[in-house]
Nanobody, 121 residues
Framework: QVQLVESGGGLVQAGGSLRLSCAASGNIFSINAMGWYRQAPGKQRELVAAIRNGGRANYADSVKGRFTISRDNAKKTVDLQMNSLEPEDTAVYYC???????????????WGRGTQVTVSS
């Protein structure tokens, strides 16, 4: 099994910054893509940013230029630096990873429990 634990959420004023972190643990052989999704009240969960183990990243149009995703493969962590936050960024943010596990060497998709980000106007 693989566990993803997020941290770093909170309340911030519009224009402020937050940094989210996610640490993966468990019977991990390797991790391919890692990413962050978010879900606002009454809306579907959406991709915010994702990064492959080679470092290639992609972002939702709504966060390009404001958010930066990064990962540390050795530590099995992925971070999301969020700048110039807007009230529309308010949501629960979820860590996501495609991990290959030991001993089966099968790849599954895993989710964290989420961390709340609230941006006040």
């Amino acid at each position: 099994q693989v566990q993803l634990v997020e941290s770093g959420g909170g309340l911030v004023q519009a224009g402020g910054s937050l940094r989210l972190s996610c640490a993966a643990s468990g019977n991990i052989f390797s991790i391919n893509a890692m990413g962050w999704y978010r879900q606002a009240p009454g809306k579907q969960r959406e991709l915010v940013a994702a990064i492959r183990n080679g470092g290639r990243a992609n972002y939702a149009d709504s966060v390009k230029g404001r958010f930066t995703i990064s990962r540390d493969n050795a530590k099995k962590t992925v971070d999301l630096q969020m700048n110039s936050l807007e009230p529309e960024d308010t949501a629960v943010y979820y860590c996501n990873a495609d991990a290959t596990t030991i001993p089966t060497l099968r790849t599954y998709n895993y989710w964290g429990r989420g961390t709340q980000v609230t941006v006040s106007s």
